[in-house]
């Protein structure tokens, strides 16, 4: 047996494997998200080991040391009190709000770290869901934009560097780039969850914000005297059916048009093959949000020892990369830093 091709002499040596290595993780491509709430304490969430929902008092130092690992970026996300809450969300415009406060704090102490806020109503909606319900219980699109339009404004305004609309109504990214616009932020970017499917990994996230849709439908649930409106118990009236991989290309596009920055699909593992699409069909820069239940399966897996959490999560992350993506939105952003940059 003479096979003319070896392939295995490129894989032979470290050195050699590092002369041809095709992907490049790399600590520049890394964004991580941040939970917060008005609490004076830092608060371990039980469903994203590792992850705390921290006060604005420790925000600072995190936000700080994730900036001295070389991290561009921090995405944060409120947990909003529940006494603030309402069904059309008015909390999310509110200047003096957890986000804007924390936008201020650390644009003020950390120019130079890009922040990007999540543009949705979830976290501040009694009804749990990212636009508004109405009487009938629909997702009403057009009212639900011009809330988020109101609370991008309200981001940009205190600082945002992005805004990242992350709710999936139609027309977002055109209203919400008018209104930047018109209002003197020209420079503020949109980056925007183009292909956010309607997934089951978001569990802990849902759970670390208490921000879940009712998993009970009203007719069996005691909500006091008046008839309740039927809220919808899942967000698939607008976020992807995951069996559809076409109709991402149609969310691209509309995107793209309508002045996005930055394209996102989420989640990540089980959506590279969309991620692969998007990336061959716009020059725009992709971004890829691994998840908290992405994240949290390996978590869980490490801790039952079967398997490497640094090894399986820098190979996460690569395939990531390889399938497309310039940017990853991940909870274990300072772990790669770190393992990236021992
Ligand atoms: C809400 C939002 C969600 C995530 C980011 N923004 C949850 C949802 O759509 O229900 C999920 C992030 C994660 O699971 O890590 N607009």
């Not at 991290?71 to 947990?79: G, H, N, W, Y």
């Not at 008015?90 to 102490?109: C, F, M, T």
């Not at 978590?299 to 079967?306: G, L, P, R, S, Y």
């Not at 990531?320 to 393992?339: C, H, K, M, N, V």
Request: with cysteine; net charge negative; glycine share 4%.
């Amino acid at each position: 047996m003479h096979p003319l091709a070896r392939p295995r002499r490129n894989r032979a040596t470290p050195a050699i494997r590092r002369l041809v290595r095709e992907t490049r993780l790399s600590v520049d491509q890394l964004v991580y998200p941040l939970f917060l709430h008005a609490d004076d304490t830092d608060t371990p969430i039980a469903a994203l080991p590792g992850q705390t929902r921290w006060s604005l008092q420790g925000l600072l130092p995190r936000a700080q040391e994730t900036a001295d690992l070389g991290i561009p970026a921090v995405a944060l996300f409120p947990k909003i009190d529940p006494k603030l809450k309402d069904p059309t969300g008015a909390e999310s415009a509110n200047p003096d709000g957890l986000i804007p406060q924390a936008v201020r704090l650390l644009k003020q102490h950390l120019p130079d770290l890009l922040v990007i806020t999540d543009v949705a109503l979830d976290p501040y909606n009694a009804d749990g869901h990212d636009g508004i319900v109405n009487d009938q219980g629909l997702i009403e699109n057009d009212p639900s934009v011009e809330a988020l339009c109101k609370q991008a404004l309200t981001h940009a305004d205190a600082g945002a560097d992005l805004v990242a609309p992350s709710d999936m109504m139609d027309g977002r990214v055109a209203a919400i780039r008018q209104t930047l616009d018109t209002n003197h932020h020209q420079n503020t970017a949109i980056l925007s969850y183009t292909a956010k499917y309607a997934s089951a990994f978001y569990g802990p996230f849902r759970d670390a914000l208490d921000s879940a849709p009712p998993t009970q439908k009203p007719t069996d649930s005691i909500r006091g005297p008046a008839p309740p409106k039927p809220i919808p118990t899942n967000k698939s009236t607008y976020q992807m059916d995951p069996a559809n991989r076409r109709e991402a290309h149609r969310e691209a596009d509309l995107d793209a048009h309508e002045g996005a920055d930055i394209l996102m699909v989420k989640p990540a593992l089980p959506y590279l093959d969309v991620l692969r699409d998007l990336r061959e069909l716009t020059p725009l820069p992709l971004a890829a949000y691994h998840v908290s239940g992405e994240y949290a399966m390996l978590q869980h897996a490490a801790a039952a020892n079967a398997l490497d959490l640094r090894d399986a999560t820098l190979e996460s992350l690569t395939a990531i990369a390889r399938a497309g993506a310039d940017l990853i939105f991940t909870y274990s952003a300072p772990e790669a830093a770190q393992w990236l940059n021992p």
